[in-house]
């Protein structure tokens, strides 16, 4: 009989643990997703907001579109004085 007993212990203590550390996981990631919910429902809330940087300064989008504008002026500049890139 102790060794049942014994077997019973040494397999229920881990599933035990697994199980309670399972469940802090869970709680803790619960409360994250709806601290997020809560985050992104504020957010809504405030509406449109303007963008906090310097109007004057462009965006990286813009400024890759001009910096590929520049090189493609450059080439057909290139090309227009029959320079072989």
Do not use: C, F, Y
Not at 6 to 25: E, F, G, H, K, R
Not at 26 to 51: N, T
Not at 60 to 69: H, K, M, T
């Amino acid at each position: 009989m102790g060794t049942i007993t014994s077997d019973l212990a040494t397999n229920l203590i881990p599933a035990a643990v697994a199980l309670t550390a399972l469940t802090i996981i869970s709680l803790v990631a619960l409360r994250g997703w709806r601290d997020w919910i809560q985050l992104k429902r504020e957010e809504l809330a405030a509406g449109p907001v303007a963008e906090m940087h310097d109007p004057a300064v462009p965006n990286a989008g813009s400024r890759i579109e001009i910096a590929d504008l520049k090189e493609r002026l450059r080439k057909l500049e290139a090309i227009a004085a029959g320079v072989d890139l």
